[in-house]
Nanobody
Framework: QVQLVESGGGLVQAGGSLRLSCEASGRTSSTYNMGWFRQAPGKEREFVAAISWRTYYADSVKGRFTISRDNAKNTVYLQMNSLKPEDTAVYYC?????????????????WGQGTQVTVSS
């Protein structure tokens, strides 16, 4: 069992930055591949970024967001720069035992509770 706790969300103006953190705990949590997803009101949950031995990003955030991990701290980060109002959503981190990169939410085994990101125009 792996527990995930996100933090770092908040309200920011367009063009600003936020860094989300996801602390993992539980058995062998550092061996899981990790992803970030988001869900805006009235929309389906969508893939944002993932990290295994490499990283992968949704086109909508490529060049603006950076995913990273610190295995010593069992923490995954999502650095979000040049934020836009359309980035407003609840952001979730997730862990998967799937090898390599996967963007399908159904492939992820554990989820955090989410953290709200609101970008004002």
């Amino acid at each position: 069992q792996v527990q995930l706790v996100e933090s770092g969300g908040g309200l920011v103006q367009a063009g600003g930055s936020l860094r989300l953190s996801c602390e993992a705990s539980g058995r062998t949590s550092s061996t899981y591949n990790m992803g970030w997803f988001r869900q805006a009101p009235g929309k389906e949950r969508e893939f944002v970024a993932a990290i295994s031995w490499r990283t992968y990003y949704a086109d909508s955030v490529k060049g603006r967001f950076t995913i990273s991990r610190d295995n010593a701290k069992n923490t995954v980060y999502l650095q979000m720069n040049s934020l836009k109002p359309e980035d407003t959503a609840v952001y979730y981190c997730a862990a998967t035992r799937t090898l390599g990169i996967t963007i399908a939410s159904m492939s992820y085994d554990y989820w955090g509770q989410g953290t709200q990101v609101t970008v004002s125009s």
